[in-house]
C-alpha cells in the first residue's frame, strides 16, 4: 500500500451543511475511507484555504474510488491526492537511479 498526501476543498454546499449541522467530520471521513480499504493517518483542516488535508494509506484504484465518492456527493469541489514516499525509500531510489544513470542516453545529447 501506498501512502498520499490527499488534498480536497469543500464546496459551499458542504460548508453550509457544516455550520448549520456542526459534527465531527474525522468519524464520517474515517468511515468512508475505511469503507473503501483506505486507512486515514492524520487528518487537518485548513481553514484559510477551506480545505482538508490528509495522510491516507491505499492502493491507487481505492483512492480513486474515495476521489469518485466524495466528488459524486457533492462534498468536495476538488480532491487531489499525491504519493509521497519516506526518506528511506527516497534514498533507496537515489541509489537505484545512480547505478543506471550513467548508460541513459539524454534526448538532447
Known amino acids: 500500500m501506498a501512502l498520499y498526501l490527499a488534498r480536497a476543498k469543500y464546496s459551499n454546499a458542504a460548508f453550509k451543511g457544516m455550520v448549520d449541522n456542526p459534527q465531527d467530520r474525522e468519524a464520517a471521513a474515517n468511515k468512508l475511507f475505511s469503507a473503501l480499504n483506505v486507512k486515514m493517518h492524520n487528518l487537518y483542516f485548513s481553514v484559510s484555504s477551506a480545505e482538508i488535508v490528509a ?23 476538488s480532491f487531489e491526492a499525491i504519493e509521497i514516499i519516506d526518506s528511506k525509500s527516497m534514498t533507496y531510489a537515489m541509489g537505484t537511479a545512480n547505478k543506471v544513470v550513467s548508460a541513459y542516453q539524454a534526448p538532447n545529447k
Open 55 to 77: 495522510i491516507m494509506e491505499g492502493s491507487a484504484e481505492n483512492m480513486a474510488a474515495v476521489e469518485m465518492v466524495t466528488s459524486s456527493t457533492g462534498t468536495f469541489s
